[in-house]
């Protein structure tokens, strides 16, 4: 990565984000119809770009082993559906989901920096990343201090971020923003280029565990600021919207989006991720809605 990317971002270059503006371009992706065949293929692409996950303090490793199966072989009886992008797990549950998945291609994805709140020291969260590393998980989901955004704190979050990935090693770095704790779409958009600047390969909205997590909108304004750092430095950078997203028409309108704002380059597992524990089975019912004309019962599908 070049120096020029490592600078901290000039906030000149962050534009105000017009609230309406943005709602109302967000809202026009919702009204688009799709031909079958597009929404066919747009459902099978979506599974391709699940990070299956399970963030509970009741997961076990049957729990655990049962969604990686699920990541590797959406649906048993067609193996042309899937596989899912990756898992997403807890520290403790990464070697087994690496031995779970392991040779299938599906990556292991663990949050990190004490998820969900970031509350710890820096030193003990670039420990937990390197240990989720050595455990052998491929993709690193960290959250930011956000107490520290909302102060002001911006170098700090610079920082942080710039750590992290570098405690990564290979590991690919998604950084959460935790954006319905931002309060506003300027501070989302800041935060986006903060971390984009400081290394992040993925920016994701949510955790999952603050409302509202993921929505059109938010997603709207980061996709904005992933195009711009793309015109200025050349890198692209990964979209993760996470958090609420459970539902095969929603997920449409998301690719919708990401086609339209950031094209077909972005369109990809490469590039493009849902964070979710149970959009999968209505993708599944709905491509197999799609291919024989009937809803197949949900209890036809394994559990989320
Ligand atoms: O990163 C993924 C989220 O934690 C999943 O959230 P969800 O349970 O609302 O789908």
Same mark, same amino acid.
């Given at each position: 990565?070049?120096?020029?990317?490592?600078?901290?971002? %000039?906030?000149?270059?962050?534009?105000?984000?017009?609230?309406?503006?943005?709602?109302?371009?967000?809202?026009?992706?919702?009204?688009?119809?799709?031909?079958?065949?597009?929404?066919?293929?747009?459902?099978?692409?979506?599974?391709?770009?699940? #990070?299956?996950? &399970?963030?509970?303090?009741?997961?076990?490793?049957?729990?655990?082993?049962?969604?990686?199966?699920?990541?590797?072989?959406?649906?048993?009886?067609?193996?042309?559906?899937?596989?899912?992008?990756?898992?997403?797990?807890?520290?403790?549950?990464?070697?087994?989901?690496?031995?779970?998945?392991?040779?299938?291609?599906?990556?292991?994805?663990?949050?990190? &920096?004490?998820?969900?709140?970031?509350?710890?020291?820096?030193?003990?969260?670039?420990?937990?990343?390197? !240990?989720?590393?050595?455990?052998?998980? #491929?993709?690193?989901?960290?959250?930011?201090?956000?107490?520290?955004?909302?102060?002001?704190?911006?170098?700090?979050?610079? %920082?942080?971020?710039?750590?992290?990935?570098?405690?990564?090693?290979?590991?690919?770095?998604?950084?959460?923003?935790?954006?319905?704790?931002?309060?506003? !779409? #300027?501070?989302?958009?800041?935060?986006? %280029?903060?971390?984009?600047?400081?290394?992040? #390969?993925?920016?994701?909205?949510?955790?999952?565990?603050?409302?509202?997590?993921?929505?059109?909108?938010?997603?709207?304004?980061?996709?904005?600021?992933?195009?711009?750092?793309?015109?200025?430095?050349?890198?692209?950078?990964?979209?993760?919207?996470?958090?609420?997203?459970?539902?095969?028409?929603?997920?449409?309108?998301?690719?919708?989006?990401?086609?339209?704002?950031?094209?077909?380059?972005?369109?990809?597992?490469?590039?493009?991720?849902?964070?979710?524990?149970?959009?999968?089975? $209505?993708?599944?019912?709905?491509?197999?809605?799609?291919?024989?004309?009937?809803?197949?019962?949900?209890?036809?599908?394994?559990? $989320?």
């Amino acid at each position: 990565m070049s120096n020029a990317v490592m600078t901290f971002p %000039d906030r000149r270059l962050s534009p105000a984000i017009d609230q309406v503006g943005v709602e109302e371009r967000a809202a026009r992706f919702c009204t688009r119809s799709l031909k079958k065949e597009t929404k066919l293929s747009g459902l099978r692409l979506a599974v391709t770009m699940l #990070d299956v996950t &399970t963030l509970e303090g009741a997961d076990s490793v049957g729990k655990v082993r049962q969604m990686c199966a699920k990541a590797m072989r959406p649906l048993p009886e067609d193996p042309s559906v899937g596989p899912a992008a990756a898992v997403c797990v807890y520290p403790r549950m990464v070697k087994v989901a690496a031995k779970a998945v392991e040779g299938s291609g599906v990556k292991v994805a663990s949050v990190a &920096t004490a998820f969900p709140s970031g509350q710890m020291r820096l030193k003990e969260r670039l420990a937990e990343i390197r !240990y989720c590393v050595n455990e052998g998980a #491929d993709e690193i989901d960290m959250v930011i201090s956000r107490g520290q955004f909302l102060q002001g704190e911006y170098r700090a979050i610079f %920082d942080e971020v710039a750590k992290c990935k570098e405690a990564c090693g290979e590991a690919h770095l998604k950084v959460i923003l935790e954006t319905g704790e931002l309060a506003t !779409y #300027d501070q989302v958009r800041w935060a986006s %280029d903060i971390s984009m600047a400081a290394g992040a #390969d993925f920016i994701k909205t949510s955790t999952g565990k603050v409302s509202p997590a993921a929505t059109l909108p938010v997603t709207l304004v980061m996709l904005q600021a992933i195009e711009d750092f793309y015109e200025r430095t050349g890198r692209m950078v990964g979209m993760k919207p996470a958090g609420g997203i459970s539902n095969a028409k929603l997920a449409l309108q998301y690719l919708v989006m990401v086609r339209e704002v950031l094209g077909e380059k972005w369109l990809n597992n490469e590039w493009f991720r849902f964070g979710a524990s149970s959009l999968t089975n $209505d993708l599944l019912m709905q491509i197999r809605k799609q291919e024989t004309g009937r809803y197949q019962s949900g209890d036809y599908f394994t559990k $989320d």
